[in-house]
């Protein structure tokens, strides 16, 4: 019978290679991990990262904070301002304050099904929402931070913990709305919040500690406990953060999780409200970030244009200044055809519930979406013209062009700039005749039926479907 002696040595021995196998392991993955600089990132690998958020076109912006509790209402009165969200700064409210307010936000209501299945419904391939915005409540858990639902509210849930998981389920990429500025942060110029002035040396220095030692903390909570596909930065503008932090915090969101896409607000590269970087320096940032507003032209940058449905980002009761259905679908088409992605705002309440205006927008643009989503999701931005006089956009996917009209196309309805394939069919999408066609000296005449909007009935845009290429 074999001792134990006789097992000692063989044993010891694959004891020894395993570990050293280990160890070295780790030493090549602790060099990959360290090596890898992702601000050097090759057009390849970027484009690999970047499809899906490009094919997926149309997202849900959420605000959601206890600026939604407040409602935009201050002393009885609603502020004056646009954004609910920024009620803390505009009305000067102390930080104890606010804290009172904080403690009321106490959402009873919020359900994570019924928000996913109603981005779900309006055609949204992806959510972000806002995990903190400036006035530094963080809406999930956090253990280097009492200010969040779990130490300030009599509120005993994690709700992006429940958005997350509800996510993942119904497969809807999740991203995180995070503010650099905070004006909670003892050490993030909280004390001057309520002035633009810039801070102190003393203040970058405290700044430096709250950055390196608060926010990266908090973003790898996100990172690793609630498992994002954007990080979608804001704040940045404060004067204390500064470009190297910039590089520094992409690159270490970046390490956190690799395949994460980051917006251009991670670093000091913004062109205000127009959105995309400064020519010249390196800023970091995977794609642009136009507000309110959509670019002029197509881009060849990635770039996502967001926009409120009313003026306010945060829940604003007195807030009724609501955009027309019509007007976000022509958005949407607008910003395809350049080559960009919508993300569109909503601001639930307190309680966790989104208003009705919003939801009967986005089942509308949904409806429209049912019918003409080919022609907007995964598609491209022509190299040519995007559009062709005011009415008319286009984009393109592989050999098939789709150019949209936002007027009635009944008659005869003609393109320039488009060379149909020899028998090619061209169609409006949600009508299933092939339409008559004839093309001469670079014109696309299409004849349209007479009753089109008796058959299929109005439209904010009807879609026509070419086989051809842009000339
Ligand atoms: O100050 C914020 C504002 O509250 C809102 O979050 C928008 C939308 O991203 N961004 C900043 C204003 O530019």
Not at 400 to 411: H, K, L, N, R, T
């Amino acid at each position: 019978m074999k001792s134990i002696s006789n097992y000692t040595f063989p044993v010891f021995l694959f004891l020894f290679i395993a570990f050293s196998c280990k160890e070295n392991q780790q030493t090549e993955n602790a060099e990959t991990t360290e090596e890898v600089s992702y601000l050097e990132e090759s057009k390849g690998d970027f484009d690999e990262r970047m499809k899906w958020w490009r094919d997926a076109t149309y997202g849900m912006f959420i605000h959601w904070g206890p600026y939604s509790e407040i409602a935009g209402n201050y002393q009885g009165q609603p502020i004056e301002q646009n954004a609910a969200e920024w009620i803390m700064k505009y009305k000067k409210i102390p930080i104890p304050e606010y804290e009172q307010f904080a403690k009321q936000f106490v959402p009873e209501h919020f359900d994570a099904e019924e928000w996913v299945s109603l981005a779900k419904q309006a055609g949204m391939k992806y959510i972000v929402i806002t995990s903190k915005h400036h006035d530094g409540f963080s809406i999930w858990n956090s253990e280097v931070s009492d200010y969040d639902f779990e130490d300030f509210t009599t509120y005993d849930k994690d709700p992006l913990a429940e958005l997350a998981a509800e996510c993942k389920r119904q497969n809807m990429p999740l991203g995180f709305y995070h503010s650099i500025m905070d004006w909670h942060h003892p050490k993030a110029q909280a004390d001057t919040y309520t002035s633009e002035a810039d801070t102190t040396a003393a203040g970058k220095e405290d700044f430096a500690d709250f950055y390196e030692n608060y926010l990266k903390i908090q973003l790898k909570e996100l990172v690793e406990n609630y498992d994002p596909e954007i990080m979608w930065f804001d704040g940045e503008w404060t004067p204390e953060y500064t470009h190297e932090q910039g590089l520094d915090l992409y690159q270490y969101v970046r390490s956190l999780k690799p395949s994460i896409i980051i917006n251009n607000r991670v670093d000091k590269g913004r062109q205000g409200m127009q959105g995309m970087n400064k020519e010249g320096e390196d800023y970091a940032g995977d794609f642009g970030t136009p507000e309110q507003e959509i670019l002029e032209n197509a881009s060849d940058f990635d770039w996502e244009s967001c926009m409120t449905m009313n003026k306010s980002w945060g829940y604003k009761e007195a807030d009724n200044d609501w955009k027309s259905s019509v007007l976000l679908i022509h958005n949407l088409i607008d910003v395809a055809a350049k080559g960009g992605n919508y993300l569109l705002n909503v601001g639930p309440t307190g309680e966790g519930k989104i208003p009705q205006e919003s939801i009967k927008r986005l089942q509308d643009v949904g409806k429209w979406l049912e019918v003409n989503g080919e022609a907007i999701y995964a598609t491209e931005k022509l190299s040519g013209n995007y559009k062709q006089g005011d009415s008319i956009r286009f984009t393109k996917s592989g050999d098939m062009i789709y150019a949209f009209s936002y007027e009635d196309p009944s008659g005869e309805f003609a393109l320039e700039g488009i060379a149909p394939a020899e028998n090619s069919k061209v169609q409006i999408l949600g009508f299933n005749e092939n339409l008559e066609w004839t093309f001469e000296n670079g014109s696309l005449k299409i004849q349209v039926p007479a009753d089109l909007i008796d058959q299929i009935g109005n439209s904010a845009a009807y879609t026509f479907k070419i086989t051809g290429q842009e000339m």
